[in-house]
T-cell receptor, first 113, second 114 residues
Framework: QQQVKQSPQSLIVQKGGISIINCAYE??????FPWYQQFPGKGPALLIA?????SEKKEGRFTISFNKSAKQFSLHIMDSQPGDSATYFC????????????FGTGTRLLVSP | SQTIHQWPATLVQPVGSPLSLECTVE??????LYWYRQAAGRGLQLLFY??????ISSEVPQNLSASRPQDRQFILSSKKLLLSDSGFYLC?????????????FGEGSWLTVV
């Protein structure tokens, strides 16, 4: 019940295209859903995050769509660029006053020129 | 501004040897501290977390231990490394007592056990 399932495992998108990564969860107590971006050899960095009281959040080319009833959320990267090539992790946590994130298994995105 | 330092960046250790990875956070007080492990091609697994000095919680039974001798220092240790301990180890921190706060990761330490 603590798992976050992420798909696809890898993704190749042409420059200018839309990259879509999906995640699903079971624990309805999760109330914070961040996405992290990780470049090779580096630590993950927060990209964008959402709470379940909204269905969508947009920051620049990055958008999170959240479907509470389906217990799913997704990351959309519009106008994908080669510089977006990285591994993306979705995550979820419960409001316990302590940030204990459960991570998905990651999606390796390659944006071809 | 807050920064997190983690070292060493890479190390190759023989099976059965000890391990010590260190992490310090600057620019904040009483942070929550974390150790994660990332195996090749896999997600991030939470190993330990700490809400204060000498307050360590372990998430999974394993060959590793953690200590927090000072407020902003977090150490990952092993007395005898196993081949399965190889991986990318990440220290991280977050502001305490508030949910939905960002976890900030360090640059990571690559450990290869041979």
């Amino acid at each position: 019940q603590q798992q976050v399932k992420q798909s696809p495992q890898s993704l190749i998108v042409q420059k200018g295209g839309i990259s879509i990564i999906n995640c699903a969860y079971e624990n309805t107590a999760f109330d914070y859903f961040p996405w992290y971006q990780q470049f090779p050899g580096k630590g993950p960095a927060l990209l964008i995050a959402i709470r379940p009281d909204v269905s969508e959040k947009k920051e620049g080319r990055f958008t999170i769509s959240f479907n509470k009833s389906a217990k799913q959320f997704s990351l959309h990267i519009m106008d994908s660029q080669p510089g977006d090539s990285a591994t993306y992790f979705c995550a979820a946590s419960v409001n316990t006053g302590f940030q204990k994130l459960v991570f998905g298994t990651g999606t390796r995105l390659l944006v071809s020129p | 501004s807050q920064t997190i330092h983690q070292w060493p960046a890479t190390l190759v250790q023989p099976v059965g040897s000890p391990l010590s990875l260190e992490c310090t956070v600057e620019g904040t007080s009483n942070p929550n501290l974390y150790w994660y492990r990332q195996a090749a091609g896999r997600g991030l697994q939470l190993l330990f977390y700490s809400i204060g000095i000498d307050q360590i919680s372990s998430e999974v039974p394993q060959n590793l231990s953690a200590s927090r001798p000072q407020d902003r220092q977090f150490i990952l240790s092993s007395k005898k490394l196993l081949l399965s301990d190889s991986g990318f180890y990440l220290c991280a921190w977050s502001v305490p007592l508030t949910s939905g706060n960002t976890i900030y990761f360090g640059e990571g330490s690559w450990l290869t056990v041979v």
